[in-house]
T-cell receptor, first 112, second 112 residues
C-alpha cells in the first residue's frame, strides 16, 4: 500500500515549456487534490476532483489544467510554464465525508 | 472570507520543554480544524483533527490541541518536546468537504 505517489520528484523547466505532474493513490479514495506550497503562504488549492469524472477549481487555478484519468490517477498540467509557477506541488486524496486528506511526497518544480 | 493565521513564523524551544503553537481562524460556522506536520522534503502528515464534541483532542506523537470557539483558536500543545519534533507545522480549516485552507506554517527548531 503506497498511499499517494507523485512523479517526478523534481523538474526544471524553461519558461513556456509544458509538463504534466502525475499523481496516483491506491486507497480507493473518491476525492483528489492538487496544492502548491510557497514560502510563507502555506498550501493553496489549485484544483480538486470530488469523484471520477469531475474536476473543480480551487483557490489558484490560473495557468493549470487537470485530468481525472480514473479513480486512481489525477494529473496536473502546465501548458506554458512561468517563473511564478516555481513551487512545490502536492497531491492529496481523501475518502468520503470529512475524512483526512493524505498527501504525497511532493514535486519540486523550478521554472527558469 | 475564510482564513487561518499562524502568528509565529519560527519558534525555538529546548528539548524537554513544553510547546504551544498558535492558530486562529476566521470562519462563519463551526469549522473542521486540523494540524499537520511536515518534515523537510516530505509531504504533510496529520497530527490531529477536530470536527465536533470534546474540545480537547489528542493526536499522534503526544500532541494535543484545544478548540476555543470564543477565541477562534485551535492551539497545538506538547508537554515535552523531542528533537525529532523539529519540523514545520500547519494549521488548516475545512471550509467544506473539498476546500481546506492552510495557515502559512510555523517552523519549529529544537535546541539540544
Amino acid at each position: 500500500n503506497a498511499g499517494v505517489t507523485q512523479t517526478p520528484k523534481f523538474q526544471v523547466l524553461k519558461t513556456g515549456q509544458s509538463m504534466t505532474l502525475q499523481c496516483a493513490q491506491d486507497m480507493n479514495h473518491n476525492s483528489m487534490y492538487w496544492y502548491r506550497q510557497d514560502p510563507g503562504m502555506g498550501l493553496r488549492l489549485i484544483y480538486y476532483s470530488a469523484s471520477e469524472g469531475t474536476t473543480d477549481k480551487g483557490e489558484v487555478p490560473n495557468g493549470y489544467n487537470v485530468s481525472r484519468l480514473n479513480k486512481r490517477e489525477f494529473s496536473l498540467r502546465l501548458e506554458s510554464a512561468a517563473p511564478s509557477q516555481t513551487s512545490v506541488y502536492f497531491c492529496a486524496s481523501r475518502g468520503g465525508g470529512l475524512e483526512t486528506q493524505y498527501f504525497g511526497p511532493g514535486t519540486r518544480l523550478l521554472v527558469l | 472570507a475564510q482564513s487561518v493565521t499562524q502568528p509565529d513564523i519560527h519558534i525555538t524551544v529546548s528539548e524537554g520543554a513544553s510547546l504551544e503553537l498558535r492558530c486562529n481562524y476566521s470562519y462563519g460556522a463551526t469549522p473542521y480544524l486540523f494540524w499537520y506536520v511536515q518534515s523537510p522534503g516530505q509531504g504533510l502528515q496529520l497530527l490531529l483533527k477536530y470536527f465536533s464534541g470534546d474540545t480537547l483532542v489528542q493526536g499522534i506523537k503526544g500532541f494535543e490541541a484545544e478548540f476555543k470557539r470564543s477565541q477562534s483558536s485551535f492551539n497545538l500543545r506538547k508537554p515535552s518536546v523531542h528533537w525529532s519534533d523539529a519540523a514545520e507545522y500547519f494549521c488548516a480549516v475545512g471550509v467544506n468537504n473539498n476546500d481546506m485552507r492552510f495557515g502559512a506554517g510555523t517552523r519549529l527548531t529544537v535546541k539540544p
